[in-house]
C-alpha cells in the first residue's frame, strides 16, 4: 500500500490552548479535537489522530511494531520552520476509527493485559485485522484470525454456531469486516449463520428490523441466493431419503422391521436438517436429535448416519451456495 494512502502528515498552524479537561481546540480544522483519555503521554514525541481524537505517544514504540509507522515517521519530516504547537510535536492524521487506533495502542502498550486469547472482544479482533493488514503488524493479523476461524471455520468438525470465541459480536459486522479485508475463508459459514439466524425479511432489511449493519447490494443478493440453494438442496435430500423409506424397506440390521418402520418416518421428517424455522434453513449445527425410543439401535444409528452424510455434503457445497470458490481453492488475501 503506497504510503499516501496510509497517511497524510498534518503540522498543527497554530496555537492551541488546552483547558483543564485536556480539550484540545484546533481553530485551524474548526472541529474541536480531544486528546485520549488513555494515551496522551507528556513524553510523546508524535501525535495521531483519528477522527477528532489526538493520541500522544512514542513513534520508536510504533515503528518497532510496524515498517509503515517506522517509514511514516521517518518520511514526513516535522517542518521546522513552522512554529507548531503542542511542543513541537508532528501530527500525523489517519484514516482509521479511534476505536481500532485505541485498540492498537492498547495492544503496543499494555500488550499483556490487552491481547488476552481468551478474552478476545469484537472490536479488538476487528483492530487486529484492519490495522494489522494496512500497517502490515503480521502477528496481529494471524492472531485475529485464528480467532476468527475458530468461529468460523472451513472444516466441518470445527463448525459448532452455539460456541463462540469472540463473544457478542454482531453477525453482520463480522461480514461486513470479512468482505473489507477479503478474509474469505471465514465467509461461507458466517453467511450461513447468517441466514439461519435471520428470516429472509430481517436479511433484506437489517439494519432497520434488527439490530445489525447494513449490508451492500451484493451481500445482501449472496445472502438471498445462498439461502435459497441451501434449503432447495436440503429439502432434496429428504424427498430423496423419504422416497426410500416410502418403499418401506428395513434398514440394514434392523431388529424389528414392523415395528420400526411404523416409527423412522416421523423420526426423519423432525430432523432439524430439513425443518424450517419460520422459513429459515437448518445452521448445519452437530447431531442433536435424541435417540426414538420406538425404533431399534441399528434404525437409531442409521437416521444419524443420513443425518452426518447430509450435513457433510451440504457444508462441502457451502461456498458455491454463495457463488464463493471451492474450501480447498479459497483463499484469504495476503497482508
Ligand atoms: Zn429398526
Known amino acids: 500500500m503506497a504510503l499516501a494512502q496510509v497517511v497524510s502528515p498534518t503540522f498543527m498552524s497554530r496555537p492551541i490552548k488546552r483547558s483543564r479537561s485536556e480539550t484540545i481546540d484546533l481553530v485551524a480544522e474548526k472541529q474541536e479535537t480531544v486528546s485520549s483519555r488513555n494515551f496522551w503521554f507528556d513524553d510523546g514525541n508524535v501525535v495521531l489522530r483519528a477522527e477528532q481524537t489526538l493520541f500522544r505517544v512514542h513513534g520508536a514504540l510504533l515503528a518497532r511494531h510496524s515498517k509503515i509507522f517506522k517509514e511514516m515517521f521517518t518520511v514526513a519530516q516535522p517542518d521546522n520552520s513552522l512554529e507548531t504547537t503542542l511542543q513541537s510535536t508532528p501530527v500525523f492524521s489517519l484514516s482509521d476509527t479511534v476505536v481500532d487506533l485505541e485498540q492498537l495502542l492498547f495492544i503496543f502498550y499494555d500488550n499483556v493485559k490487552a491481547l488476552d486469547k481468551s478474552d478476545m472482544t469484537y472490536d479488538m479482533a476487528a483492530a487486529m485485522l484492519r490495522l494489522g493488514k494496512k500497517y502490515q503488524i503480521d502477528y496481529l493479523y494471524e492472531e485475529a484470525k485464528i480467532a476468527f476461524r475458530k468461529d468460523y ?33 471465514v465467509l461461507p459459514s458466517l453467511y450461513l ?143
Open 153 to 185: 471455520p472451513t472444516s466441518l468438525d470445527d463448525w459448532n454456531p452455539t460456541i463462540a470465541v469472540i463473544p457478542n459480536a454482531r453477525r453482520g459486522d463480522m461480514i461486513n469486516l470479512a468482505h473489507e479485508i477479503s478474509l474469505k475463508t
Open 193 to 335: 449463520d447468517f441466514i439461519s439466524a435471520y428470516s429472509l425479511s430481517e436479511i433484506i432489511h437489517s439494519g432497520k428490523t434488527i439490530d445489525e449493519p447494513r449490508f451492500t447490494l451484493s451481500i445482501r443478493e449472496t445472502m438471498i441466493v445462498g439461502r435459497d440453494r441451501l434449503i432447495l438442496y436440503l429439502q432434496e435430500q429428504r424427498v430423496l431419503h423419504l422416497k426410500w423409506i416410502g418403499r418401506n424397506r428395513s434398514y440394514v440390521g434392523c431388529r424389528n422391521p414392523l415395528h420400526c418402520n411404523d416409527y423412522r418416518m416421523g423420526f426423519f421428517e423432525s430432523i432439524s436438517l430439513w425443518k424450517l424455522n419460520d422459513g429459515s434453513p437448518c445452521n448445519l449445527g452437530p447431531w442433536v436429535e435424541r435417540k426414538h425410543s420406538s425404533l431399534c439401535s441399528s434404525c437409531n444409528n442409521q437416521m444419524q448416519e443420513i443425518f452426518n452424510a447430509t450435513r457433510a455434503a451440504a457444508w462441502a457445497k457451502l461456498p458455491s451456495f454463495f457463488g464463493l470458490d471451492e474450501w480447498d481453492k479459497l483463499e484469504d488475501e495476503a497482508l
